[in-house]
């Protein structure tokens, strides 16, 4: 095939000279439109810079794709600099982390940076001292009243920013040695994803710390300057092609020896010289006689085409189909630019919802992909490709035109989608609610990608409207229940990112202005505002300190009912009672369950004195058990046990413990499954109770079955397969809290090794461990750190996190066959009230 990449000389020259200086790192900017070239002009840079040869010098070269690698989306574009809040500071820290791995890879150079990555990740994710207000797990607190809050978001942030800055300088140190003898290029595309938030911006400041190293971003344009703060980024330009260069494209792509000169100047005429337009065009050249086409007959087609930009180009498309004689491409590609990421299954029910003929609609893949028209998605799995996406330049015009034109086409192709993902949804979802190891399928990168498609295409196909947005809030806050308000959680921004599209989608679509609420925001636009501003004010880790702005998370939740339809005091609104269907309704009381359990936080966390903590608890207790939902029933009966310790009135923490233990055994002895987290925080919360009530025998075996359940929260068996987990970044935090809490109580006995040594010996006939003696003197003069090392199997590192082919899961399968049975630890605390 003939190599149809023309043009760019003096930008690949420039760049590939700039790569051969060695020195600090330089970074270049590319800003162009949509299909002037960012990404070939990459590839072919990546592929040139890899040729090169520079005497007594490697080369390097990486290439990266901010979209295909989920990188920048979901931070909101204000939340940077001197005044990004924590959620955002964490974030980056964390993202950053992971990028940097990625691109150190398995070097020895970089054993120190690796080592020093585990370290500071531990300390980012581990509070600076116990004295703060903690939360252990999803959905549980230590609960003290003798813990006082030393550590707010202000000093935190500072935390991680210093965290961060080590990152940093071992990275860029490292980055030095790995690249004193060769020069190396990073290649970005699709970077306004991250242009104008606070990951862009490290990003860019981290890209001018790596010596001998030149890195190439390509974006569309945006209203932020990236060399606005001295940065020292330097803008490049793509300009569009001349005659010329278009007459040498053309000339490749037809295979004469002499460049066709009139087509091109008539190419040139009509389209610019854009790119893709120009690649457009000679599509249609090549479907209509090839190089005998006359120019006056390319005129002709050209001239008939309607009105002009998307419009223009979308006619452009249709004509090349219609000069194969395909008559049911057309159709084909106007179904393709709604679905987005399609296959063979989709695109054919797209084509013929009744009567979907698989194999046709492969066929018409096929000749699409020889028209140049689609390239291929990888698999979600990370296996071959398997499905396929209009290039992105054709796929817009089509939708933009489609959307414009036909207003109710487009509707129907996007329900026709939403109802492909609805019933992939179906394997998942059948009992969503009505087990422990159904709400697993929130990990699952299957189900993610399935939901997000469903969420978006519904939205599409529907009115922008109450219900669509309790539909989407329901989805983010449950996502936040699961995982998100514990740990940061990528899918929660992608579902972030896909309701800006959603609503600037009805925005073309419809044609509409802003909708007025209230003092005149668009509710639409307001959402996804007030919900990134809830996850960014939530302390995501175990400290929850009473300084956080819990009064503004409560004031966001309550705009989240009234954005939902939902009545600001609770329940459904007087419209949604009229407009809703039964089944909206239920999604609707369902998202305003979860608004009531936040609310109960944002009062439990800012003082557990509140009496209206316990009324949001009520409420949302009534709720979800009308609902049936017996698993999040039994986390809420936990947490109001944990708010009565923190109260200190250990009798109710006492009888809500008992309560939530009974729960426990009644869904374990329905499903077959056990919730190790859950069982954790029970025992955790007992053992806190009998410290404070003197009892430290009972304690100290309370500690031990809570570290033994948080230790085979690791690889817990799927109640679905049967087959044992990796270990993930949550299970290892809530191991390491958990260890972390027993170790402290062992440090407050220092100085009493008879006491101690009794304790020990209590918590270790509950703890999972080989049977090695401890010597009483290694305890005596311990820190906390030093005896969860001593007592406790270790955690998992970053290397052997979502893997079970590790050392630890080894170890911890071997230890796994000795475990106790849950149910005798539980029928202790069902018994509490009459042995208290």
């Known amino acids: 095939m003939a190599d149809l990449f023309v043009g760019r000389r003096r930008e690949l020259r420039e760049s590939l000279d700039a790569l051969a200086i060695p020195g600090e790192g330089a970074v270049r900017d590319i800003v162009g439109v949509r299909g002037v070239g960012k990404s070939s002009f990459l590839q072919r840079l990546a592929d040139r810079a890899r040729h090169l040869e ?21 931070f909101p574009p204000g939340d940077l600099g001197a005044n990004a809040s924590l959620d955002i500071v964490r974030e980056v820290f964390a993202t950053s982390r992971q990028l940097m791995g990625s691109l150190a890879g398995d070097a020895r150079v970089f054993k120190g940076f690796r080592s020093l990555s585990q370290r500071l990740w531990r300390e ?73 938030n606070e990951l862009g911006q490290w990003f860019i400041r981290m890209a001018g710390r790596l010596r001998n190293t030149l890195t190439v971003l390509a974006r569309t344009p945006s209203d932020v300057p990236l060399w606005r703060e001295g940065t020292g980024v330097e803008p490049m330009e793509l300009p569009f092609f001349s005659v010329d260069e278009v007459a040498d494209y053309l000339r490749r792509r037809l295979g004469t020896s002499a460049p066709p000169g009139e087509l091109a100047a008539i190419t040139h005429d009509f389209t610019g010289g854009h790119p893709e337009g120009m690649n457009l065009v000679g599509n249609l050249i090549m479907n209509s006689g090839g190089a005998e086409l006359r120019a006056a007959e390319l005129r002709r087609m050209l001239d008939s085409l309607p009105g002009e930009g998307d419009q223009f180009w979308a006619g452009l498309v249709v004509e090349i189909l219609h000069a194969t004689r395909g008559d049911d491409l057309p159709g084909a590609v106007e179904a393709a630019s709604a679905a987005g990421i399609f296959d063979a299954r989709l695109l054919a029910e797209l084509i013929d919802p009744e009567n979907p003929r698989e194999a046709e609609a492969g066929k018409i893949i096929a000749r699409l992909s020889g028209l140049r028209m689609l390239h291929p998605v990888p698999a979600i799995s990370g296996g071959p490709p398997d499905r396929f996406r209009l290039h992105e330049f054709i796929r817009q015009s089509v939708a933009f035109r489609l959307r414009a034109s036909a207003p109710g086409e487009w509707r129907r192709l996007q329900s026709v989608v939403a109802q492909h993902y609805f019933r992939r949804l179906e394997k998942w979802e059948r009992e969503p609610y009505g087990s422990y190891g159904a709400w697993y399928r929130f990990e699952d990168p299957d189900w993610q990608e399935c939901k997000r498609e469903w969420l978006r295409h519904s939205g599409l196909a529907s009115d922008r409207s109450f219900v669509t947005r309790a539909r989407f809030t329901l989805v983010f806050l449950e996502a936040f229940w699961w995982w998100g308000y514990y740990v940061s959680f990528p899918f929660m921004r992608g579902l972030l990112d896909d309701w800006a599209r959603v609503s600037a989608g009805w925005a073309r679509a419809q044609g509409a202005g802003p909708v007025p609420l209230g003092r005149g925001e668009d509710p639409d636009r307001l959402l996804p505002t007030v919900l990134a501003e809830l996850i960014g004010d939530y302390p995501e880790t175990h400290i929850k300190p009473r300084t956080s702005p819990w009064d503004a998370i409560r004031d966001n939740l309550i705009k989240v009912r009234v954005l939902c339809g939902l009545s600001p005091v609770g329940g459904l609104s007087p419209a949604a009672r009229r407009l809703a269907t039964a089944e909206e309704q239920a999604t609707m009381i369902r998202a305003d369950a979860f608004i009531t359990l936040f609310l109960a936080h944002s009062r439990r966390f800012r003082d557990p004195e509140d009496p209206s903590a316990e009324r949001f608890y009520e409420a949302a207790l009534t709720a979800f058990r009308d609902l049936g939902d017996e698993w999040t029933t039994a986390w809420l009966v936990f947490e109001r046990s944990d708010m009565a310790l923190e109260r200190r009135d250990l009798r109710v923490s006492g009888e809500r413990l008992a309560e939530g233990a009974a729960l426990v055994k009644q869904l374990a002895s329905r499903t077959g499954e056990w919730d190790r987290e859950l069982l954790a925080n029970l025992h955790r919360t007992w053992a806190d109770v009998c410290w404070l009530s003197d009892r430290p025998d009972m304690a100290a075996r309370q500690y031990g079955r809570a570290v033994a359940h948080a230790y085979w929260f690791h690889g817990e068996p799927s109640a679905v397969d049967g087959e044992p987990h990796g270990p993930d970044q949550y299970t290892r935090q809530f191991y390491r809290e958990m260890t972390l809490r027993a170790a402290e109580r062992m440090a407050e006995l220092a100085g009493r090794p008879a006491r101690m040594e009794r304790f020990v010996g209590e918590m270790l006939r509950e703890i999972p461990r080989d049977a090695t003696g401890i010597p009483a003197a290694d305890l005596a003069d311990a820190t906390t750190s030093e005896l969860r090392e001593l007592l406790f199997p270790p955690e998992p590192t970053d290397d052997e996190l979502l893997r079970v082919d590790t050392p630890f899961m080894e170890r911890w399968s071997t230890l796994y066959l000795g475990r106790q049975d849950p149910l005798a630890g539980l029928e202790e605390l069902i018994r509490i009230p009459l042995t208290e």
């Open 54 to 74: 520079l005497p007594g010098r490697e080369i390097s070269v990486y290439t990266l794709d901010m979209r295909r690698h989920g990188l920048g989306v979901g």
């Open 124 to 196: 980012a994710t581990m509070p600076a001292s116990p004295a703060a207000s903690v939360t252990i797990g999803k959905r549980a607190s230590i609960g003290e009243a003798e813990i006082r809050v030393t550590q707010d978001d202000a000093a935190f942030r500072q935390h991680i920013r210093v965290l961060q800055s080590q990152l940093d300088d071992g990275f860029a140190e490292a980055w030095g040695e790995f690249a004193a003898r060769r020069q190396v290029l990073i290649t970005v595309d699709t970077f306004q994803l991250a242009a104008d």
